[in-house]
């Protein structure tokens, strides 16, 4: 059926732009309402920043502020170099105006890494900020999409839903294939995060706005704006936004989406609202579909309407070792003691605290981490709140895991070849499509840790392709020294041939000129001829001696 | 043609000649340890086993009834089955080299197999019409070729199962077999 | 059942299925016959490609290449321990023949190792040097010798020729070109963070 789906939608255009159920997913209870009693808050500047910088090499930096310079809001600090083939890099910026301290590793709040360099900031509470350069209305209207991606990126956006990818890169690769619909994704469905709710229904306007420029700067023929269905305020708040007059003139389509988990992850939503299924080799843009947060929209709209850069974001702080969980617009940089500390942290009652979800969400190491572009979430789970699974239990073959999960995969089968080992099986089975999204493990009743044993399989299966890979260059390597073998061997035996020549030469020279100075070389004449003129010679000498011992006598 | 199709389902399923009657059983063991090498081996036993009770058939009504020599109808069917399999399995290693790497037992498994001889006694026995007899053979080489890769299918399931250490190996595929053929009583509802 | 067949439509339709059921298994043959003789590569070949190229001889053959010819002949093929299990799995799936265990006559599964020589003790006599396979060994006569362990197989072949025995074999330092996650903790839900 979805081979047809996909042809039709093809077809058709994304004109058969409709809500479809897919399949599986989880409904688990979403625990928002605490962090979204309250308006979202800014943060007082804290003592110190360790703004991150996304990379643990210092050869991928460029500084522009040296350790020990005063530094305004805004102010660029440094450009960070992705390592790929164009060279793109993605500059950071001062959330605060004071000194810059030091550059070294510190833990950070990120979903993939534990560690990056950071910029120490010390503050000094003045929030000295250099002048911004809005654009008027006017002018935006004017802009191509070129320039909205060149503000884009100097702003230093990336992708805000936690994926932390580059926005201008990712436009850029879509202009590259050529990008039809530009969906914004609103459904935050992990239970505990509300940062793009709140978000959404404070400043509805903004978003959208930013929403209008993204389609612009990637040529999009069409923008969707698509959100969870239990999200009223923000439902509400977006309509408004549309049917008013706002900054940008839009051409906006808002579908309001069933809300379940795993629905606003990006495959699952671009089958959701089109059928299209991007096979997950590729990337949607292969298809002419460019997937972005609302977080990322919001800064687009900020960097290219307000000239400001990208130098705070949306987190939800909540959990039950909080006695005021909410929303903050937090500064980069900041720490998590300082950001729990705000919300009224209760330490004796703090059993663990976990960056993002529930769900997909890590454990962090301390609470000495700091925040960076793509934390979205942060948990300070009270005792009991989320509690360690039960032991383990052998499989009972209920199914459950195959009904929730969205990529339509077996994870019993999969498990079973987890456990063996083959490689080739697990891939057979589309290991490679597995999102990790953890349905499976929350419905599992066995307890079975499936996502854990996925992501270690996907990491032995990398292992075998490296091992591979390794194993062709030793065959070269091996090949090489037979060839070098044979070719010495070669080499020694045309040198000995050479010498053997080389001494046989004087030999045959004596023999060649003797040849041309006699009758043909040896001849019996002429040896019996010398034999009788040596014995002549002697007997002369005789004859000459024994006549002078005749005469001596 | 009712009739036709009806005696190839019945053959195939009712009377399966694996599981119902118990014909070359060892073949179920043997060749259904990995899923590709078991369809290659259903498909050769298809055609020894359809060929083979069909050359039998019509040899026998046509050249040993005429000439009241039904009492070497055994050695007949034996001599041709041994041949027509050695003959396929020569086409075969020339062809498909990977599954020649098997050919030690393909040959035993096929052409000495009680399957062969026994279908196409039944087959004799069964009807007096050649179209009859044709029927019977190809639905019941069709019915045991489904049956083998079916098993595979099984079989391959079950290897990356978690099962208990006095059960892995034959016990659990004899387990199994004895499940399947349970199942296939299912059928016997249709005439 | 009998009634319902006489219906000639149905007549129909069951021959159209097993027509279309011949045709499917007919045209499955025919594709795997022909891709099989398309295939440029011999089975030696992928079964090499199979191997890891360690040439250690654990398999009781002089290097991976014998023992795929070995293998294409008839050879069991659960001898190679530097393949791990995975290439006891696919050279399984390869000959289409049941996974075995490997053979503890060749061997046990064992840590990927490197070899290394203790420079004090080396006299310069190149056998380690003509030993290697891979010549991952850096040397001269009456010079130091010295593994580039970045090349290093791991085949333990050096270490025999050795007439004073200095060469060890050790876990690998270097890490590997493709950096693994700098984090791999744990992730809620294995824990249960379960709500």
Request: with cysteine; hydrophobic share 40%; charged share 20%.
């Amino acid at each position: 059926m979805s081979v047809y789906r996909q042809l039709a939608t093809r077809l058709l255009g994304h004109d058969s732009l409709f809500v479809r159920r897919t399949f599986g997913g989880i409904h688990p209870p979403a625990f928002k309402q605490h962090s979204l009693r309250s308006r979202i808050m800014d943060t007082p500047i804290p003592a110190q920043l360790h703004i991150p910088l996304n990379t643990t090499q210092r050869e991928s930096l460029s500084m522009l502020v040296a350790i020990g310079e005063r530094v305004r809001k805004y102010q660029k600090l440094a450009e960070v170099s992705l390592g790929d083939d164009h060279g793109t890099s993605l500059p950071v910026h001062a959330p605060t105006s004071g000194v810059m301290r030091a550059l070294a590793l510190a833990p950070v709040a990120d979903h993939e890494s534990s560690e990056q360099l950071c910029l120490t900031l010390e503050a000094d509470g003045r929030d000295e900020a250099i002048a911004l350069r809005p654009e008027a209305n006017a002018a935006i209207e004017r802009l191509s999409g070129a320039e909205i991606q060149v503000r884009i990126r100097d702003a230093g956006i990336l992708g805000m839903g936690g994926a932390g990818f580059p926005t201008a890169v990712k436009i850029e690769s879509g202009n590259g294939f050529g990008v039809e619909l530009l969906i914004i994704n609103c459904a935050e469905c992990e239970p505990y995060i509300s940062a793009d709710e709140a978000l959404i229904r404070e400043r509805a306007e903004h978003v959208v706005a930013g929403a209008e420029l993204l389609r612009r700067a990637c040529s999009a023929r069409r923008l969707v704006i698509a959100i969870e269905d239990s999200k009223n305020d923000a439902i509400a708040a977006l309509r408004q936004a549309l049917e008013s007059e706002t900054v940008l003139e839009t051409r906006c389509e808002l579908i309001v989406i069933p809300a379940k988990y795993p629905a606003g992850s990006e495959r699952q939503l671009i089958e959701c609202l089109t059928g299209v299924e991007v096979p997950s080799a590729e990337y949607p843009t292969g298809s002419g579909i460019l997937v972005q947060n609302c977080g990322t929209a919001h800064a687009s709209y900020e960097a290219v309407v307000l000239g400001r850069p990208c130098i705070s974001r949306i987190t939800t702080l909540c959990g039950e070792a909080l006695l005021t969980p909410k929303n903050f617009e937090v500064l980069l940089g900041s720490s998590i003691d300082f950001l729990f500390g705000l919300c009224g942290l209760k330490q004796a009652d703090l059993s663990r605290s976990v960056l993002g979800g529930s769900l997909m969400g890590r454990e962090l190491a301390s609470t000495e981490s700091v925040v960076c572009k793509t934390t979205n979430c942060l948990i300070a789970a009270g005792r009991g709140e989320l509690p360690a699974a039960p032991a383990e239990q052998a499989c009972i073959r209920c199914g459950f895991c195959a009904d929730v999960c969205p990529a339509r995969l077996l994870p019993q089968q999969l498990l079973a070849h987890c456990k063996t080992g083959d490689s080739i099986e697990l891939i057979e089975h589309g290991l490679l499509d597995c999102i990790e999204c953890g349905a499976c493990d929350y419905i599992c009743p066995s307890h079975i840790p499936l996502v854990s044993a996925f992501k270690d399989s996907k990491l032995s299966i990398d292992e075998r392709q490296r091992d591979r890979q390794r194993s062709k260059y030793w065959q070269n390597r091996f090949q090489f020294r037979q060839y070098r073998i044979k070719k010495d061997k070669e080499q020694s035996l045309a040198s000995r041939a050479e010498a053997r020549k080389s001494s046989l030469e004087p030999i045959e020279q004596a023999a060649s000129e003797a040849a041309a100075d006699g009758a043909g070389g040896f001849s019996k004449e002429q040896a019996s001829r010398e034999i009788a003129a040596a014995v002549a010679r002697v007997k002369a000498r005789r004859g000459a001696s024994s006549s002078d011992k005749d005469e001596s006598k | 043609m009712t009739n036709t199709l009806s005696i190839i389902i019945a053959a195939a399923l009712v009377n399966n000649v694996l599981l119902i009657q118990f014909l070359g059983v060892s073949s179920l063991f043997y060749g259904t340890r990995r899923l590709g090498s078991a369809v290659e081996f259903a498909l050769f036993n298809f055609l020894v086993l359809f060929f083979c009770s069909l050359a039998n058939s019509i040899l026998y009504r046509y050249l040993l009834v005429p000439l009241h020599l039904e009492f070497l109808r055994l050695l007949t069917f034996v001599a041709v089955s041994a041949l027509f399999a050695t003959w396929l399995l020569r086409q075969l290693e020339r062809r498909l080299p990977l599954s020649a790497r098997q050919q030690g037992l393909l040959i035993f498994l096929s052409g000495g197999n009680s399957a062969v001889l026994g279908t196409t006694l039944l087959s004799i026995s069964a009807s007096q019409s050649i179209v009859d007899s044709t029927a019977y053979s190809f639905g019941a080489a069709l019915g045991y070729s489904l049956l083998i890769v079916g098993f595979a299918a099984l079989r391959s399931r079950i290897q990356s199962a978690d099962i208990p250490k006095p059960f892995q190996g034959s016990a659990i595929a004899l387990v199994t077999a004895g499940l399947v053929a349970i199942s296939l009583l299912g059928f016997a509802g249709l005439t | 059942m009998l009634p319902l067949i006489s219906f000639w439509p149905v007549q129909l339709a069951l021959v159209a299925v097993f027509c279309y059921a011949i045709t499917l298994f007919i045209r499955k043959i025919v594709l795997v016959a022909l891709q099989q003789l398309r295939t440029q590569r011999s089975l030696v070949t992928r079964i090499n490609n199979v191997l890891p190229q360690t040439q250690c001889g654990q398999c009781g053959h002089p290097g991976c290449l014998p023992y795929a010819r070995a293998i294409s002949s008839g050879e069991a093929s659960n001898k190679c321990p530097p393949g791990g299990k995975e290439t006891l799995f696919e050279l399984a799936r390869l000959l289409n023949e049941p996974i075995r265990e490997l053979d503890p006559a060749h061997g046990t599964f064992k840590a990927f190792s490197v070899a290394v020589i203790r420079e004090e003790e080396c006299i310069g006599c190149t056998k380690c040097i003509q030993a290697c396979p891979v010549d991952a060994i850096l040397g001269g006569p009456k010079r130091m010798h010295t593994v580039i362990e970045s090349e290093c197989t791991g085949c333990d072949l050096c270490v025999e020729p050795c007439p004073v025995d200095c060469i060890d074999m050790v876990a690998p330092t270097a890490v590997p070109e493709h950096a693994i996650l700098d984090s791999r903790s744990v992730s809620v839900q294995k824990s249960g963070a379960r709500t």
